[in-house]
């Protein structure tokens, strides 16, 4: 998280911050039934969750739905009148792997 914090890497933070954000409301049963979701960073992939097994293998699912491997731990909606407005807590950030490898690029000599 300290990379994350550093005011060098607000780019890195800005495209990480684009994969959270959907421009229309979407409630946790939609996303249980899509197979991905498309945000302001592109297209993240949602599978159902699944409790149990060992290293991957024998689990069942629990009814939960995952964003690319974060899974959603509760839902929030807001409603003004004319706009509804959905988060949903996750239990990870949402982001793919190439952004991370882009961030161990960024990482500036002698910094932790």
Request: aromatic share 6%; net charge negative.
């Amino acid at each position: 998280m300290e990379q994350i914090e550093d005011v060098r890497n607000e780019e890195m933070v800005e495209k990480i911050a684009a994969y959270h954000c959907i421009t229309e409301p979407v409630t946790a049963d939609q996303l249980f039934n899509s197979g991905g979701v498309v945000t302001l960073g592109g297209e993240v992939p949602a599978e159902r969750s699944v409790s149990g097994g060992f290293l991957g293998v024998g689990g069942r699912e629990d009814g939960g739905v995952t964003l690319n491997g974060s899974k959603v731990v509760n839902t929030f909606e807001f409603d003004d009148g004319d706009k509804t407005c959905i988060v949903h807590e996750m239990d990870g950030l949402i982001s793919p792997t190439i952004l991370w490898r882009y961030a161990d690029q960024l990482r500036i000599p002698g910094s932790t």
